[in-house]
């Protein structure tokens, strides 16, 4: 099923070169866009035949000739004619050899310069709609996560050094709602996606009297695009994709951080399921996160996807230029990584164990309740740069003594401070630690407790 006249037959009359041919085409990948295609063309004929452009009966055979096309498209092998430079060209060729010259009349009006950017934006919508629900779904799997381990706590971290106690839940929290942003992102992203290009033609617009409005309504875009020179050139809506992708991997590859870390033997916090994790052929006892460290390693490349696509546009003249066509390897690829990544961060989620014990006794150590003792003092009425101070000094003396903080003894505190009395050992407790914690976005296990609820509302919602 080689497809062996192009679309421009009429000025050339020498050959092209098959080297080019190759290079030129794009059939291998764009192909993904088929189903898009076929739709976006069925609103086309529909479009041509209510401006009277086609005949009643022109446009049925058009459009049954197409369904026809997209049902073979469901069978195997049907996309082996790599012949095709584009799956544009496919289609047509497709529907002149299924019903003969009628098809020939389908590309009235139209160019594959709109074409293109119309499947595209069609394919982008499903794209930007499946991650949004994936990304929701990983943040179940926090949700499921942190409602499992509600009185777990674990040792916050700045700089990487032990700082102060915080609920395992917080931790899940905190992923959360970097992934709830995302899904914002997501959702504006997809306004401008949702903008219909086709009526643009080459780029000067069509000459033939069709509704474009009506069109819009039949692809379910919001807006048609208001000028035709840019609809066609435009392809911020795929950077603005690839960037939010980008960020959903930077969230996504600091989890993975976090987690291969706390697996660790050093840290033995987490530990995860054989499931997603692999052993090495030499060392009989390893275990290692290849899970996450992949999720971690393909953040680059949805990054450099972005960094190719704002590459590729910035020098482009007006209008279209054939420079476009690498747009939708940087865009499917950064979709399908983008969405891998999510659902193996949820299977990991989902199979992740956490020790309790050992994260218990690492946030009660290390002197992390050091904050604590200067807000103590501060209730007894030292400025809070005092208290740091007696604070640090106590510190130095406890790390002498090699003891923790609430293992001295009141009069050894005293020695430092006169303000310490004996309650000053309730207020060292890992409990009254997390509970002061207690104003909005606090890690108090109040406050976690309503940020569940609310988190949870707003998956649902
Ligand atoms: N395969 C092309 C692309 O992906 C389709 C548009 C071709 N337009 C053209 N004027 N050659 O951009």
Redesign the pocket.
């Known amino acids: 099923m080689g497809d062996s006249k192009n679309l421009w037959g009429g000025r050339f009359t020498g050959e092209a070169d098959r080297g080019f041919v190759d290079f030129n085409r ?1 059939f291998g990948f ?1 192909r993904r866009l088929f189903a898009a295609d076929v739709r976006a063309s069925v609103a086309h004929c529909n479009s041509l035949a209510s401006a009277g452009v086609l005949t009643g009966e022109e446009a049925t055979k058009i459009n049954g000739g197409l369904q026809t096309i997209l049902d073979r498209g469901t069978a195997a092998g049907y996309f082996d004619n790599l012949e095709s ?4 060209s496919f289609v047509e060729a497709r529907l002149v050899e299924l019903i003969g010259d009628t098809g020939r009349k389908l590309h009235t009006g139209r ?3 709109d ?2 950017a119309t499947d595209l934006r069609l394919w982008l919508r499903e794209a930007v709609d499946d991650l949004f629900q994936r990304v929701g779904t990983t943040q179940g799997a926090l949700l499921d996560l942190a409602e499992a381990h509600l009185g777990t706590v674990l040792p916050g971290y700045t700089h990487l050094q032990r700082a102060q106690p915080i609920l395992f839940a917080h931790w899940c929290l905190a992923y959360f709602e970097m992934l709830s942003r995302d899904r914002e992102r997501l959702e504006d992203c997809r306004k401008r996606v949702n903008v219909l290009p086709l009526g643009s033609a ?1 780029l000067a617009g069509t000459s033939y009297p069709i509704d474009r409005e009506s069109v819009a309504r039949e692809l379910g875009f919001d807006s048609v695009s208001r000028n035709s020179i840019d609809a066609v050139s435009d392809r911020d809506f795929c950077v603005e994709f690839v960037s939010a992708g980008s960020l959903i991997m930077v969230h996504l590859s600091r989890l993975a951080e976090d987690v291969i870390l706390y697996a660790t033997a050093e840290f033995g916090f987490f530990e995860l399921s054989d499931a997603v994790a692999t052993g090495s052929s030499l060392m009989p006892q390893k275990k290692n996160p290849d899970s996450m460290e992949l999720v971690r390693g393909k953040a680059g490349r949805v990054f450099g996807h972005g960094t190719s696509l704002l590459a590729m546009l910035k020098g482009l003249p007006l209008a ?1 230029n ?1 420079d ?2 690498e ?2 390897e940087a865009v499917f690829d950064s979709f399908d990584t983008v969405s891998a990544c999510l659902g193996v961060t949820e299977t990991v989620l989902r199979n992740l164990s956490v020790n309790e014990e050992r994260t218990r006794d690492a946030a009660s150590t290390g002197y992390m309740n050091a904050t604590e003792l200067a807000d103590y003092l501060v209730r007894k009425g030292t400025s809070f740069r005092e208290a740091h101070e007696i604070v640090g000094r106590i510190v130095v003396h406890a790390i002498a003594r090699g003891l923790e903080l609430h293992e001295l003894s009141i009069e050894e505190m005293r020695s430092l401070s006169t303000s310490i009395e004996d309650d000053v050992l309730v207020s060292l407790s890992l409990e009254r630690t997390l509970g002061t914690k207690s104003q909005t976005g606090g890690t108090s296990p109040e406050c976690v407790t309503d940020s569940l609820a609310v988190a949870r509302r707003s998956l649902t919602s």
């Open positions: 794009s764009d430079e584009d799956v544009h160019s594959r310069n074409q293109v080459a279209y054939k476009m066509q747009d939708k």
